[in-house]
């Protein structure tokens, strides 16, 4: 069996790399720029990503003036308190950790669900998941392609959806899903954040895989 | 600056192929199997996804009994024609897509987002959207490591989730969100069938990456 084009073993290895050491990166080193031509070939890794009935709901919107980056910084800064505050006993503790990079990383990009197109291919039961899951695809493809170029990439979650729509001026029924904080680092860390700092170990893959039935779901650590 | 572990030119090259040759398939060769092995290395990428406050939220059902692909095979079926009869104008167009190959793949896994463990870190503010997002990221991995490994995988999503996760004795909250397809093929189709089949263009990247503001929605096709 010939299949075009093929993977060698030396590919192989490269892409098992890279999905091993790709972080969710929140230090970045300021006052840097990444070249043209490396972000291009970023985004059109992001544009290859996988779409339920080929609808590519991701809209990537690159953040240019340093005042609305400064108005997104503002916003992720708001909800990382309000999290905060809803932590409880682990307060102190999250509000030691480092959520987000906006203010220091080269390039910000915040990733966007466009307004449902009305594709029923694929996502008769399931239009909002389907078209959430390609929109996560791309960054995921971008994240790679990020880390592959030697850069960091950083999902920052924390915002109000309605403050980032305003802010960027999105139609109504379009979604922000996350702030891409993009650029150099110092250091990849040899493991996930939360795992160093001690917020939280990761799961065994064993313990998560099942067969034929759904197993044995592993219990939830407290106050996350 | 020196950045551990380092990715060079070529690796650079390996990662770009695999997202750019990564294919949905439909289209696999019968009564063929995975080396175990291979099929570890290929779950292990999945699990190393990145998820909002390190939750995990993947489950994978790993389908060895020949009546429960059947019976999933039959569920697919039904939403394929579900599907059909309300594609209107294209109805006998859709018919003539091969949508699935659940009877024909060497391993099939179901991805399963697990009950919600109340993980409040990242996701105070879009709890579900960044579930989802996780689980995506992780069949994201998958995908590329199968393709890695010159294997294909379809993301089957014509599915009652309810109807699966009846079938698989799932909690009442957890939620099926693909049948996933794993195997050897007899091609890698050089463009998504979508487009090779007719059925849809894809869009251009400058069409969706915007600068500050959301700009201009591309028009939607009809029929979809």
Request: aromatic share 6%; charged share 25%; hydrophobic share 40%.
């Amino acid at each position: 069996m010939s299949i075009d084009p093929f993977f060698t073993q030396e590919e192989r290895d490269a892409v098992y790399k890279v999905i091993q050491a790709r972080r969710d990166i929140r230090h970045f080193i300021p006052n840097r720029t990444i070249e043209p031509k490396t972000l291009a070939h970023i985004l059109r890794a992001a544009h290859q990503a996988p779409s339920v009935g080929l609808m590519q709901p991701w809209r990537l919107i690159h953040i240019h003036d340093p005042e609305l980056r400064r108005q997104l910084q503002a916003e992720a800064e708001r909800e990382r308190l309000a999290t905060a505050d809803v932590l409880n006993t682990r307060r102190d503790a999250f509000l030691k950790l480092k959520v987000e990079g906006i203010g220091e990383c080269a390039e910000l990009l915040i990733m966007v669900m466009a307004p449902d197109d009305g594709t029923v291919l694929g996502r008769r039961t399931l239009p909002r998941e389907m078209a959430i899951s390609s929109c996560a695809c791309a960054i995921q493809n971008l994240w790679l392609a990020a880390r592959a170029e030697n850069l960091g990439l950083g999902w920052v979650s924390f915002f109000d959806p309605h403050v980032v729509s305003k802010l960027l001026k999105c139609p109504n029924t379009a979604e922000p899903l996350a702030i891409l904080c993009l650029g150099p680092v110092v250091e990849f860390p040899p493991a996930p954040l939360m795992t160093i700092e001690g917020w939280r170990e990761g799961k065994l893959l064993d313990a998560i895989l099942y067969h034929d039935h759904y197993g044995k779901e592993p219990v939830p650590p407290e106050g996350c």
